[in-house]
């Protein structure tokens, strides 16, 4: 099966800087790639996901890159903001039957002020 | 577009009694639901996939007899503790896939339901 392992476990920056979340996944059948933002105590947000016929999709401050070669994918956050404080998951699905997804382990991101 | 909701947000129930756990997509037909459990500062971890109209598919490790999962229609799934003890205390969430969705792949998460089990 799927196994998706993510980078770092917890990652502090400065208001204002930029955050880089990394992820790697194993099945090369897995297509589609969801980010997820989860607040203490709430479901996951899906935040922008990115499907393996493009390498890179961006939504204001939040981008998306996919190396599917290497099978890596990463989350990039400009110009953070203390509301940015959160776990955020990445997450491998394919178009199998089940599309389940596949999490990673999570990142807890802190924006100091 | 796209809202998933659980009921109850939380719940606490005396160990050995059953609890049942509600997600409904209130503005879209969900294919799918998943549920999904996750414990303190962990990821989530798949439990089941349920289909509309069909028995439930189980993660290998969940007891189907324990978590007992039901999509009657395509806007509800309901999961039932049964015979809750305090090791099934957990943060629990459901996920829908919405049925004509060109872009299929893409889950909705409910908020989550904290079980405490006393």
């Known amino acids: 099966g799927e196994n998706v392992e993510q980078h770092p476990s917890t990652l502090s920056v400065q208001e204002g800087d930029s955050a880089v979340i990394k992820c790697t996944y194993s099945d090369s059948a897995s297509n589609y790639f969801p980010w997820y933002k989860q607040e203490l105590g709430k479901g996951p947000q899906l935040i922008i996901d990115?499907?393996?016929?493009?390498g890179e999709k961006k939504d204001q401050r939040i981008a998306v890159t996919l190396n599917k070669t290497a099978k890596h994918f990463s989350l990039h956050i400009t110009e953070t903001q203390p509301e940015d404080s959160a776990v955020y998951f990445c997450a491998a699905g394919s178009s199998g039957s089940a599309r389940q997804l596949t999490f990673g382990s999570g990142t807890q991101l802190t924006v100091l002020p | 577009g796209a809202v998933v909701s659980q009921h109850p947000s939380r719940v606490i129930c005396k160990s050995g009694t059953s609890v049942k756990i509600e997600c409904r997509s209130l503005?879209?037909?969900?294919?799918?639901m998943f549920w999904y459990r996750q414990f303190p500062k962990k990821s989530l971890m798949l439990m089941a996939t349920?289909?509309?109209?069909?028995?439930?598919?189980?993660e290998q490790g969940v007891e189907k007899d324990k978590f007992l999962i039901n999509h009657a229609s395509l806007t509800l799934s309901t999961l039932t503790v049964t015979s809750a003890h305090p090791e099934d205390s957990s943060f629990y969430i459901c996920?829908?896939?919405?049925?004509?969705?060109?872009?299929?792949?893409?889950?909705?998460f409910g908020p989550g339901t904290r079980l405490t089990v006393l």
């Open positions: 990115i499907r393996s016929n493009v």
């Open positions: 349920s289909n509309e109209g069909s028995k439930a598919t189980y």
């Open positions: 503005d879209f037909q969900a294919t799918t």
């Open positions: 996920s829908a896939r919405e049925r004509t969705s060109p872009r299929g792949n893409e889950q909705f």
